[in-house]
Structures are given as structure tokens and as C-alpha cells.
């Protein structure tokens, strides 16, 4: 069963970059047909996806984020990250690694990790 | 951008009784597209529902999703106590890829 776990620091400063890694057990990263993704969670609960990056290495990007966001693999620690630049208190959220699954016949995010809390204050 | 809209936003109901969640898309999607998620209060969203009436494994037969174009529904067909939770309806189509409805609590009565 794979296991995925958010690591990171819970509190950012203003302008400055919020980086998290996923780690991801049982099985290589780099196993085709899966797309690890970033998706977060504001205070009001409202659901949002972030990015992800296919384990080939191609990534896709929320429109929305897309000039702050970097999402890259390190297959050598079977993990996947995220860095996002230039945050302010709107981005300010619990902060969730999932796997995606996107294919000709559906698409869906599971498992996902346990989501870790990042505060944006000075 | 395809935005999902949920109602009611809120559903109140006793154990045993039947919900009906609804989840309606500003455009049409895919039924293929189309996954539900169950969130409890301290937890991950859990999936329960992909390709609009698949159940995801070991979610019991109670929860079933149906639907097609713009309008797709959740069934919990006898709520049980730990049936109690947030629901969230997500499709994959345009730009961004990937959305989110707002969810639709089911309390108790």
C-alpha cells in the first residue's frame, strides 16, 4: 500500500518561499502512470490543486500559481517537492501530497497524506 | 475554467435516513471524470467515489454516484454514524485541471 507524508516547515515569512517534500513509500517514485501531486486546503476547507508531476518527470501547473511554483522529483530519496515563491497570507493552508491517477477511463487522488499545516506570518 | 457547485451546503439528517448530494458543473464533464471524497473533522478526504459510480475499495455499498453531464449525485442510501462527514465532489477537464466543489456537510439531525 503506498504511503505518502508531507515534511516541512509549518511557518513562512511574507515574500519568502514556502518548500515541502513528499515522501513516498512502498514502490519506486519513477513507477509509470502515476502523477504525485500538491493540492491544499484553506481555512474555510475549500479544496484546491496545486500542481503535480508525472513520475517521467513532465509537470502541470495550477494557472493560478503557475509563475510562484516549482514541483520536481528526487527518485534517489523517492520523493517529490514543492516550492513556492514569493507567499503571502493567502497562502496560508494545510498543505496535502496525494498520488493521481489520470487515465483514458478516469481520474482520481488517492491515497493522500496526513497534510501539513503552513502558516504565512511575520 | 469548469467551477463545481454543491448543494445543499448543509444536510441534516438522522441515522438510517437517505442523503442525496448534488454536484453541478458550469460546463459539461465527463462522467469518467467525475470523484467524490469524504472528509471527517481532523482528517484527509478519503475517496469514495471515481468514474462517477465507481467505489473506491472497501467503501461500502451504501454510497453510490450516478449522473452525467453537468449534474452528478452522491447516494448514501442508509447513513450510518461515521457517515457523518464533509463531502466533496472533483472533476478533471479545462483549465486547471483539476477542481474541487465547495462540499456538502451531512450532520446529524
Known amino acids: 500500500q503506498v504511503l505518502l507524508q508531507e515534511s516541512g516547515p509549518g511557518l513562512v515569512k511574507p515574500s519568502q518561499t514556502l518548500s515541502l517534500s513528499c515522501t513516498v513509500s512502498?514502490?519506486?517514485?519513477?513507477?509509470?502512470?502515476?502523477?504525485w501531486t500538491w493540492i491544499r486546503q484553506y481555512p474555510g476547507k475549500g479544496l484546491e490543486w496545486i500542481g503535480h508531476?508525472?513520475?517521467?518527470?513532465?509537470?502541470y501547473y495550477n494557472p493560478s500559481l503557475k509563475s510562484r511554483l516549482t514541483i520536481s522529483l528526487d527518485t534517489s530519496k523517492n520523493q517529490f517537492s514543492l516550492k513556492l515563491t514569493s507567499v503571502t497570507a493567502a497562502d496560508t493552508a494545510v498543505y496535502y501530497c496525494?498520488?493521481?491517477?489520470?487515465?483514458?477511463?478516469?481520474?482520481?487522488?488517492?491515497?493522500w497524506g496526513q497534510g501539513t499545516l503552513v502558516t504565512v506570518s511575520s | 475554467e469548469t467551477v463545481l457547485t454543491q448543494s445543499p451546503g448543509t444536510l441534516s439528517l438522522s441515522p438510517g435516513e437517505r442523503a442525496t448530494l448534488s454536484c453541478r458543473a458550469s460546463?459539461?464533464?465527463?462522467?469518467?471524470?467525475i470523484a467524490w471524497y469524504q472528509q471527517k473533522p481532523g482528517q484527509t478526504p478519503r475517496l469514495l467515489i471515481y468514474?462517477?459510480?465507481i467505489r473506491a475499495t472497501g467503501i461500502p455499498d451504501r454510497f453510490s454516484g450516478s449522473g452525467s453531464g453537468t449534474d452528478f449525485t452522491l447516494t448514501i442510501s442508509r447513513l450510518e454514524p461515521e457517515d457523518f462527514a464533509v463531502y466533496y465532489c472533483?472533476?478533471?477537464?479545462?483549465?486547471?485541471?483539476?477542481?474541487f466543489g465547495p462540499g456538502t456537510k451531512v450532520d446529524i439531525k
Open positions: 468514474g462517477g459510480f
Open positions: 472533483q472533476q478533471y477537464g479545462s483549465s486547471p485541471l483539476f477542481t
Open positions: 508531476i508525472y513520475s517521467g518527470g513532465n509537470t
Open positions: 496525494a498520488r493521481g491517477v489520470l487515465n483514458a477511463y478516469h481520474n482520481y487522488f488517492d491515497p
Open positions: 512502498s514502490g519506486p517514485i519513477s513507477t509509470g502512470g502515476n502523477y
Open positions: 460546463q459539461s464533464v465527463d462522467r469518467s471524470y
